[in-house]
């Protein structure tokens, strides 16, 4: 029965890609602060369910704030970076973190629909991402799962004038700075 469901969605049942050497995709700079490479390792090409990146953060370099409607599986490859996530609405509260520093071999889940930002405490890092392309709405029926990030969101804030977003883009910013030098210190002694 699975086998007539695999040849019924015409789809190719065994797929190989590589960490390193698979397409690089193109960076979107609104969703990272500084330098960052990516390598498109799963997608709807070669995966039913999946997508992965191999995503290579220069010195110091960080995904901004966002979340998506799928978990999230970190896997770090090289070097030490950090997460950090948000446990409230970042609206009302940008204070109430957890954050973690990621070493080789480390393995995180971020759960859905959590605010959250990760990537380089100061010298490169990588690690893999991995999840679900696809969720289920409340209806039952299957869509493509979403991400929100932090430019889009502030700038839709609706019952903020272009002032108050452009102070809650520089409070945002220097709270993820404060949160990175706060690790980079705690390794430090």
């Known amino acids: 029965m699975l086998r ?18 698979s397409n690089k995709k193109e960076v979107n700079k609104d969703y990272f602060r500084g330098e960052v490479d990516m390598i498109e390792v799963l997608n709807k090409n070669n995966s039913v369910e999946h997508e992965m990146y191999h995503v290579f953060f220069k010195k110091g370099a960080l995904t901004t704030l966002h979340f998506h409607e799928t978990e999230q599986i970190l896997i770090t490859t090289s070097g030490k970076g950090i997460l950090c996530l948000f446990k409230e609405n970042i609206i009302e509260n940008l204070e109430s973190t957890e954050t973690i ?26 690690h893999i991402a991995l999840r679900n392309r696809d969720t289920i709405d409340s209806s039952g029926q299957k869509r493509q799962a979403g991400n929100v990030w932090e430019k889009e969101f502030v700038d839709n804030l609706s019952h903020l004038n272009k002032s108050e977003i452009q102070q809650f883009s520089l409070k945002i910013e220097q709270k993820v700075k404060e949160i990175v030098q706060g690790e980079i210190m705690k390794i430090k002694t």
């Open 4 to 21: 007539i469901i695999y040849l019924k969605i015409n789809y190719k049942i065994l797929a190989k890609g590589n960490i390193n050497f």
């Open 101 to 126: 520093v990621l070493e080789v071999g480390d393995v995180v889940s971020i759960p859905p629909l959590i605010w959250h930002f990760h990537g380089s405490l100061k010298d490169d890092f990588s």
